[in-house]
């Protein structure tokens, strides 16, 4: 089973994320955080254990408090301690070319997604059940 964390404050990605991963019958285990800055806490926390760190984080860019940006940039100061490759995904319903380019500049970042997402991707990221 895939471990997912989702770093995102809107109630209806977040719910809609979970709907279609259900629908899909994707097997993973999804962590919800609304702060960018308690999802960092917990992988510093996880970073020494591989099989209890996410496979995969979708991380929104507009969030208060800490935004994805933020998040990116400490993630980035975290990641060479993880005992694992994380895939982590940027999710945003923003289709700024500057964005888009600022994320292809961060190594760490997988791909940038633009909010919807289909039930494809889905499938694409995550396998099947």
């Known amino acids: 089973m ?9 109630s209806i990605f977040v719910f809609l994320t ?16 609304e ?7 917990k992988l510093e926390t ?3 254990d591989p099989d209890a760190l996410p496979d995969v984080i979708f991380v929104d860019l507009n969030m ?13 100061l975290l990641e060479p301690l993880m005992r694992k ?3 982590i995904y940027i999710v ?10 600022r994320s ?11 909010k919807p997402l289909s039930r494809n991707k889905f499938v694409e990221i995550f396998g099947t059940a």
């Open 2 to 10: 895939k471990k997912f964390f989702l770093i995102d404050d809107d």
């Open 18 to 33: 979970k709907k279609i991963m259900q629908v899909v019958n994707l097997s993973t285990d999804i962590t919800v955080f």
């Open 35 to 41: 702060d960018a800055n308690v999802a960092l806490s």
């Open 46 to 48: 996880l970073s020494d």
């Open 64 to 76: 208060p408090a800490m935004d994805g940006w933020g998040f990116l940039t400490k993630y980035l």
């Open 85 to 87: 490759k994380i895939s």
């Open 92 to 101: 945003s319903s923003s289709i700024s070319p500057s964005e888009l380019e």
């Open 104 to 114: 292809k500049s961060i190594p760490v970042v997988t791909d940038f997604l633009t």
